[in-house]
């Protein structure tokens, strides 16, 4: 089902009723009826109902009817209208060592807030947030009884509400990589790491922008949100202060994760480098002695000596005992 209509009109009773599309226009024409109507199609019938029922301006119907990544308000002559996102059911809080490459799963949602009618628009009809707000609007305090600025905010309540199982999510996964960063730094690590910073930086870009437009909507004098309505939406401000300050919480996290990533790879490396150098440090007399030795001369100290192959393999013994006892006595083999 891609549009379901939803309508109330105080002087035919005090119940809210679900209508077909082609009953719109008269609605429309009723002086106290309110409408809401969800659309989840970007298709040419839909396209047309906003076009001629609603006489939306071209562009703000190709907006509607396009994928958006940032959230954005703009005030017409007969609505105000939004880009706001929430999230997909596929953003349900993951198991933190599962392989998906992303975390966050966001849907744009357009709002056409007027003052009779409340317009939507997205691409998920099995959206929770969109269930949950249909099921009240039918039910007995149906917020559309006080109007389109209720229901719009009650979706956006509960879209908002959705942040809080992912910012737990998203808090298990950082820590869960920095505990690993510290037990088992290992080398798939950094590309877990850099693909939860994507998500964070995604999430929080889009969470600032739309902290700024729910700010204007609560403070503005917008003329399609009434005076009464503008608290609850400063509330869902107040909400979406706290996942900003998470989402910046978790990017330090995630930070301080890549930075001990690559400390400790570091010193992994220079735990090798330490190893090998010892073991160079130690095979130099050795190596000096069996050059010197090497050399192609008749007449050399030694050369025709009975026991100068043993004598040599002590010699070179000792220097290797000694450059290890050198080295131990410095404090050089220690951690």
């Known amino acids: 089902m891609d549009i379901c209509v939803y309508a109330y009109d ?16 008269d609605w429309l024409a009723r002086d106290q009826a309110l409408l809401w109507v969800s ?13 001629e029922e609603f006489k939306f301006h071209e562009l703000l119907i190709e907006d509607a009817m396009n994928s958006a990544t940032t959230p954005k308000m703009e005030v017409v002559e007969n609505c105000v209208y939004l880009i706001l996102h929430g999230l997909e059911p596929a953003a349900a809080p993951k198991n933190p060592k599962a392989k998906s490459k992303s975390h966050v799963a966001l849907v744009d949602v357009d709002f056409f807030v007027g003052d009779h009618f409340l317009v939507t ?36 309540d509960v879209m908002v509400d959705r942040f ?82 998470l989402i910046e919480s978790y990017r330090e996290l995630a930070q301080s994760s890549l930075e001990a990533y690559l400390s400790m790879q570091s010193h992994r490396l220079n735990e090798v480098m330490k190893i090998l150098t010892i073991i160079s440090t130690i095979m130099l007399p050795l190596t000096f002695l069996t050059g010197l030795y090497g050399m192609n001369f008749d007449e050399m100290p030694l050369i025709h000596w009975k026991y100068g192959f043993e004598g040599s393999i002590a010699l070179m013994l000792v220097s290797a005992l000694l450059s290890f006892w050198w080295m131990k006595k410095k404090g050089w083999l220690n951690a």
């Open 10 to 25: 105080p002087n035919e009773g005090d119940e809210v009723v679900e209508i077909a599309a082609d009953e719109v226009r």
């Open 39 to 51: 659309l989840t199609e970007a298709s040419e019938a839909n396209t047309k109902l906003l076009s």
């Open 121 to 156: 628009h997205h691409r998920n009809s099995s959206m929770p947030s969109l269930a949950s707000v249909r099921r009240e609007v039918l039910g007995e305090n149906s917020p559309l009884k006080k109007g389109p600025a209720y229901v719009a905010h009650r979706l956006i």
């Open 164 to 245: 809080a199982p992912l910012m737990e999510s998203l808090v298990e996964v950082v820590v869960d990589i920095e505990g690993r960063v510290l037990d088992d730094p290992d080398p798939s690590l950094i590309s877990k790491i850099f693909s939860i910073k994507h998500d964070l930086q995604r999430l929080r870009r889009v969470s600032l922008h739309q902290q700024r437009i729910i700010r204007s909507i609560a403070r503005d004098d917008i003329r399609f949100i009434p005076y009464k309505v503008r608290p609850f939406f400063r509330d869902i401000e107040d909400h979406f202060v706290q996942v900003v300050d």
